[in-house]
């Protein structure tokens, strides 16, 4: 008889020690392994919805595509440093075609980032010329260039040189979404879809990956600065 009371009083502690631990323990746990992340990146896939942006040469692939294709690209490799991304929209969200519609996108896009509180704004497009040869990938600003000039240097060792045997350097873009807000922002061309060669290279996964890779470098670059 004093055995099988020995018995329930072990297991009534071991019952009331699993309790506090659950009750206690648990929540001290998810909340440590969940930590704010020390740096938010804000992320444009430019155009999107029926607004397809520039289209392939040869492809036919339409800009708003590869844009939110190569911005997931970038949000999981800055998610794999512990940075924080928001997106000013996913892959089924856009503009419309008329200017009002136009213009109301562009106005949540802004508002999207003004939430989010971003230390920059990295907006992802690409390019198009009248003539097939202009190749390459550019980085553009508005106000401060040092943003730009840290993804212009990533995209020029890894991109430029390779293929085209030359740098760029930051322009000076007029773009809206460099200066709806006052957060160090910059916009990058990953390449021309006029240009027969640059699109065979961003059609593909590895090119993709190499442009996502260059726009991670750039930024971290610019935050650790």
Same mark, same amino acid.
């Given at each position: 008889?004093?055995?099988?009371?020995?018995?329930?009083?072990?297991?009534?502690?071991?019952?009331?020690?699993?309790?506090?631990?659950?009750?206690?323990?648990?929540?001290?746990?998810?909340?440590?392994?969940?930590?704010?992340?020390?740096?938010?990146?804000?992320?444009?896939?430019?155009?999107?919805?029926?607004?397809?942006?520039?289209?392939?040469?040869?492809?036919?692939?339409?800009?708003?595509?590869?844009?939110?294709?190569?911005?997931?690209?970038?949000?999981?490799?800055?998610?794999?440093?512990?940075?924080?991304?928001?997106?000013?929209?996913?892959?089924?969200?856009?503009?419309?075609?008329?200017?009002?519609?136009?213009?109301?996108?562009?106005?949540?896009?802004?508002?999207?980032?003004?939430?989010?509180?971003?230390?920059?704004?990295?907006?992802?497009?690409?390019?198009?010329?009248?003539?097939?040869?202009?190749?390459?990938?550019?980085?553009?600003?508005?106000?401060?260039?040092? *943003?730009?000039?840290? $993804?212009?240097? #990533? +995209?020029?060792?890894?991109?430029?040189?390779? !293929?085209?045997?030359? =740098?760029?350097?930051?322009?000076?873009?007029?773009?809206?979404?460099?200066?709806?807000?006052?957060?160090?922002?910059?916009?990058?061309?990953?390449?021309? *879809?006029?240009?027969? $060669?640059?699109? #065979? +290279?961003?059609?593909?996964?590895?090119?993709? !990956?190499?442009?996502? =890779?260059?726009?991670?470098?750039?930024?971290?670059?610019?935050?650790?600065?």
């Amino acid at each position: 008889m004093i055995v099988i009371k020995f018995k329930k009083a072990v297991v009534a502690l071991i019952l009331s020690v699993i309790f506090v631990f659950l009750v206690v323990g648990v929540p001290a746990i998810v909340s440590a392994s969940s930590p704010a992340p020390e740096f938010v990146v804000v992320l444009d896939a430019g155009h999107g919805g029926i607004d397809g942006g520039v289209v392939g040469v040869n492809s036919g692939i339409c800009e708003r595509e590869l844009n939110m294709i190569i911005t997931y690209k970038v949000k999981a490799l800055l998610e794999k440093r512990g940075i924080g991304v928001a997106l000013t929209r996913d892959s089924g969200t856009g503009v419309e075609t008329t200017i009002t519609k136009k213009q109301e996108d562009m106005r949540q896009r802004k508002e999207k980032i003004i939430k989010a509180a971003p230390d920059l704004v990295v907006s992802i497009h690409q390019n198009k010329f009248s003539s097939p040869n202009r190749r390459g990938a550019q980085a553009f600003f508005w106000a401060d260039k040092t *943003l730009a000039d840290s $993804l212009q240097a #990533a +995209l020029n060792e890894k991109i430029n040189m390779p !293929n085209q045997r030359r =740098e760029y350097s930051a322009l000076k873009g007029d773009y809206y979404i460099l200066q709806c807000t006052d957060y160090p922002s910059a916009l990058v061309e990953c390449g021309f *879809l006029s240009s027969p $060669l640059d699109e #065979a +290279l961003l059609i593909t996964d590895e090119y993709q !990956n190499k442009i996502a =890779e260059c726009i991670c470098t750039g930024i971290i670059n610019y935050l650790m600065a």
